[in-house]
């Protein structure tokens, strides 16, 4: 396995032909989508909340706003993350290991990964239960919180079934 940040790897020679560029699946345009939508969101409430304060305006409930926006921002990242395997990685023992041993250590991980998010959304399930004759919203703006944890908890469990389904799939050493 080669770490693309090794000080010591060079760039790929021009006499090599290059990929063709992956064409992206239904999970991933999705999760661009709903990534894509909530930064851009996010990043027009913040930009015109600051315009407003330097032109004697305020945009009341612009962090509330911010702040439900990064729950779809965080949602979609761990998504693609998860589905393009590109979660951060130290290789430093793994690449010193055999094949079969890095395999079996990969399918460790992905249960650990699977476990973790399951237990992330039990967590968040149990926050929607214990508070949902609260009809918990936000100060200013009264933006419900129960949806966003909602969004939150089927994006942890869709996570969790993208590690198991790894695990499953793992050829046989």
């Keep these: 396995m080669q770490n693309d940040l090794d000080a010591g790897s060079e760039a790929p020679s021009a006499s090599e032909s290059p990929q063709a560029p992956e064409v992206p699946g239904g999970a991933t345009r999705v999760a661009y989508l709903i990534g894509g939508a909530g930064l851009f969101v996010a990043m027009a409430t913040d930009a015109v909340a600051v315009l407003g304060r330097h032109t004697g305006f305020t945009?009341?409930?612009?962090?509330?706003?911010?702040?439900?926006?990064?729950?779809?921002?965080?949602s979609s990242a761990m998504?693609?993350?998860?589905?393009?395997?590109?979660?951060?990685?130290?290789?430093?023992?793994?690449?010193?290991?055999?094949?079969?041993?890095?395999?079996?250590?990969a399918r460790v991980s992905a249960a650990l990964a699977a476990v973790l998010f399951l237990v992330l959304a039990g967590a968040g399930l149990w926050l929607i239960h214990d508070l949902w004759g609260g009809h918990e919203r936000t100060e200013l703006l009264h933006i419900p919180i129960t949806p966003l944890r909602l969004?939150?908890?089927?994006?942890?469990?869709?996570?969790?079934a993208l590690f198991l389904r790894s695990l499953f799939r793992r050829s046989a050493p």
Excluded: N, W
């Design 59 to 74: 945009l009341l409930g612009s962090i509330e706003v911010v702040q439900c926006c990064i729950v779809l921002i965080a």
């Design 79 to 105: 998504i693609f993350a998860t589905l393009k395997g590109s979660h951060a990685a130290v290789h430093i023992l793994t690449e010193r290991l055999s094949a079969p041993t890095v395999q079996r250590l």
């Design 151 to 160: 969004l939150q908890v089927g994006a942890l469990l869709f996570i969790a």
